[in-house]
């Protein structure tokens, strides 16, 4: 059990928001990085999933807070902070 179907979650939420094409969900690994040398986003992109992570969860970042720097190092972390931040919206049932 544990985390991995939110870390599934949050790496299609990945691929969507951020239009990339030409990855799937098993082309990214949990424990890559995403900025830099790992999956290659940049702050737009950090940006962008912030949003879609506000939307999604509920969650609020400050976005001068220097600890997002870790919670978006990989999938595994983000679903970490998700697990502990996220605002119960009801029935996440539309998944699909």
């Known amino acids: 059990m544990g985390l991995a179907p939110l870390e599934t979650e949050l790496k299609k939420l ?3 928001t951020l239009e990339l094409e030409d990855i799937s969900i098993d082309d990214i690994d949990s424990n890559e990085a995403l900025f830099n040398e790992g999956l290659g986003l ?6 962008e999933l912030g949003v879609a992570l506000h939307n999604r969860y509920g969650i609020k970042l400050e976005s001068e807070a220097e600890e ?3 919670f978006f190092a990989s999938v595994a972390r983000l679903a970490v ?4 931040r996220r605002v119960d919206q009801g029935s996440d049932d539309e998944v699909a």
């Open 68 to 70: 997002n720097r870790e």
């Open 14 to 16: 990945i691929i969507e």
């Open 81 to 84: 902070m998700v697990d502990s």
């Open 42 to 47: 940049d702050s737009i992109d950090a940006l």
